[in-house]
């Protein structure tokens, strides 16, 4: 992460951008996702175009993985890489594996 910041890449986090609308809380996990996915679309496509980000805990769920990718595809942009940390939902490492998107240990010394 240092190394992103060092790139002055753009960190994101739903946890962060959720904060200020703490006191609106869905009360559903469907709601919650829906005001996850709404909060980093306003995000994602208020973005410079090509501009550089590291994300983290997002995407959490195998169903904002897709939705990510159809923002990716819609801006005519792509991901070079995902590193998944400890903890990571493994149908979305699987979904980024089978995409050839995974960085191992040893590409990131490289």
Known sequence: MNRGR??????VSPVRLVRPEI???????AAEEANTLALMRRWFFA???DAGFV????PATLLQAKVFDEWLDARDESLHG???GPGSNETV?????????????GDLAA
């Open 6 to 11: 060092s790139l002055n890449i753009e960190h």
């Open 23 to 29: 006191s609106r809380r869905p009360v559903s996990t």
């Open 47 to 49: 973005r410079k175009p």
């Open 55 to 58: 994300l983290s805990e997002f």
């Open 82 to 84: 995902v590193l998944a």
């Open 93 to 105: 490492v699987e979904h980024y594996r089978t995409l050839g998107l995974i960085l191992e240990a």
